[in-house]
Every structure is written in structure tokens, then in C-alpha cells.
């Protein structure tokens, strides 16, 4: 049987293989490329940060969501087990408010420990009237990066959890129907939306 081009079109359910597959992909070109925008595959049944997490997140991980963006049957769907924001593997955050909480940030001996923040943003479609510019691995020269809905706040937060490289957080920005990734290794400037 011969694959239908078309079928790459078609919204699947966030829980299927095939979702799952194509989103993981997208977020790993994500993490390749710093500050492009990768489109996620179309998804029938969640948006977002459910579709991150169910791509990353298993029963051998923690996750937070303290404001509350994954409904709790898809919380129980992705058999994780929850803990604390300064705990956690995985935190899920509203960008729209500023970080109220201090995440892990790993030791210099397992850097790894450090969290990975998953920040809902309104939308990564590139018109701000202050885009962010960025550099580091993964980026020739800079990129440029426009989004709406993230509080200034999560950048100066970032700055002082990354502070101590190799310590620190990895965020991921996620609309709607796309995904950008930023590395603790990315450094960032301007912005102001």
C-alpha cells in the first residue's frame, strides 16, 4: 500500500503513534534550530502543551502544571507522576504571567537535573514589534524571534536560572499549531511585547 502524501494533513489524536512521531520530530528540529518556529502536526483532540507533554512525558518523569493547562484525564492518560514546580522534570506555565516559583536547575555534577519549562505563549507567528534576537549553538549568526503573550518576566528569570551554565533550565514556547525551542545555551536580547 502506497502512503497518500495527503495523510500528513489529516488531524490525528494526541495519544496516536503517528502524532506522536511527527510532533516528536518537529521538537527535536525545534531543539536543532533555536528560535525557528516549527509548525506541530494538526491534532484532533489537544492544543499546545498537552501535545508537548505527550511527547515527552512518561511514567519516568515529573511533571507540574500549576496553572492548570492540561486537563486532569490527560494528566492520568500520561501515567506521570506530579510533583512540586521545584521538583519537577517537566513544568507546564501560563507565559502570559510572570514566574512565581524557582524551578530545578540541576548541580553541576548532573545538569540534566535541570528542568524543562513548557510555556504557553498566544502565539509564535513572528509579529511583535520587539522581536528577540538570538545566538548560540544551532545558529548561524542570529535569528530573529516575534511572539505575543509572553511576560517579560520569563526572560529575566531565565537569565538568572541560566546564570550558571551548565546549570539551568531549557524552555519550550508553544502555540496552538507551533513549537520554538530555547536551549540553555541560547542567549537572547531585545524583546518588550
Known sequence: MMNNPNTALQPDSVWSPLFQQRAFRALMTAFS???RRQPL???VDAKGPACIAAVLCDNEVTLADPDH???PDDIRRLGIGEASVENAGFIIADG???PSFEPALGSLAEPEQGATLIIRVASL???T???LTLRGPGIEGTQSLGLRGLHDGWLA????WNRNFPMGVDLILVDDT???ALPRTTQISGGGN
Open 69 to 71: 493547562l492540561i486537563q
Open 178 to 180: 507551533q513549537v520554538v
Open 33 to 35: 534550530f533555536p528560535g
Open 125 to 127: 507567528d513572528g509579529t
Open 129 to 131: 514589534a520587539f522581536p
Open 41 to 43: 502536526p494538526p491534532c
Open 157 to 160: 528569570e531565565r537569565a538568572r
Open 96 to 98: 502570559s504571567r510572570a
